[in-house]
């Protein structure tokens, strides 16, 4: 393992050369779905701007679907994924999008307790804006798919809610091991050394949320991002339900499948509701 190794596995945008489209057309689906749907936006849960959360009621929903946003701890932004409440909400699913500070500004470990408190707020304050509390899965995509494990590894003192209505977790795509990201020109931006490493890596943690896992990367992804998920389905192996490999699926056209019915992705979610 080499620095130019890291960056060919690990910069998704320089993978997939036209990720921009996938932005621009994310951005104008949320708008619309924004502009249509029942929604609650830019909740607040603590004192930063970006201490935000954005909910999607549905009609007799089944449950909660919160979904965590990727862009590697450091860009993007909930109002992004807007247009993914579309598919759920019609499912019969409420939609809680989470925003959390960003890199530099923070250390990754401050973002996960960004995702804690957001978490919490959301338990306590859901049912006041008509989103049930009592089933509930999370997802994210990329660091918001590490974020998604790292809440159910979170100490138990720091949950202010029953870990059982966390019904099924989904990190799509996610980074669970963090030392190849310290040869990563991103890392400046991380500052993450040998320490933070140890203290941010999953595979060896306990876990608080005894939740089924759906587990999931695209096969077209870097050969990193595949062995990532394998590395925790097979550390987390006894609550791990499916590890889906996705054919033809790319790092940003894997979120696509996460809303297409028929999709594995998208089945094996709503199957854990």
Request: hydrophobic share 45%; net charge neutral; charged share 20%.
């Amino acid at each position: 393992m080499d620095a130019a190794w890291v960056e060919r596995e690990y910069n998704n945008r320089r993978l997939v050369p036209d990720h921009p489209a996938y932005f621009a057309r994310w951005e104008a689906d949320s708008a619309f779905v924004r502009s249509t749907l029942p929604c609650a936006l830019d909740l607040s849960y603590g004192p930063d701007v970006r201490h935000r959360i954005d909910l999607f009621p549905a009609d007799r929903a089944r449950g909660t679907l919160l979904f965590i946003h990727g862009g590697y701890w450091r860009s993007l932004d909930k109002g992004m994924f807007s247009w993914l409440a579309s598919a759920w909400v019609a499912a019969g699913v409420n939609v809680a999008l989470l925003n959390y500070r960003l890199a530099p500004e923070v250390r990754i470990e401050e973002i996960v307790d960004d995702v804690v408190a957001g978490t919490n707020w959301l338990f306590a304050n859901g049912p006041t804006h008509g989103i049930t509390m009592e089933r509930v899965v999370v997802s994210g995509h990329s660091a918001g798919g590490h974020l998604t494990a790292a809440l159910l590894a979170a100490p138990r003192a720091a949950l202010t809610f029953d870990p059982a209505r966390i019904v099924g977790a989904v990190p799509i795509s996610g980074v669970f091991d963090f030392a190849p990201l310290r040869l990563f020109s991103f890392n400046t931006d991380f500052r993450l050394d040998e320490d933070s490493v140890r203290r941010l890596d999953l595979a060896g943690r306990q876990r608080t949320v005894k939740a089924p896992l759906v587990i999931a990367a695209g096969a077209a992804e870097s050969s990193e991002f595949q062995r990532q998920s394998r590395l925790l389905a097979d550390a987390w192996k006894p609550q791990v339900k499916s590890l889906l490999l996705l054919p033809g699926l790319n790092h940003f056209s894997v979120v696509d499948a996460f809303t297409e019915r028929g999709q594995p992705l998208y089945e094996a979610t709503l199957a854990l509701l």
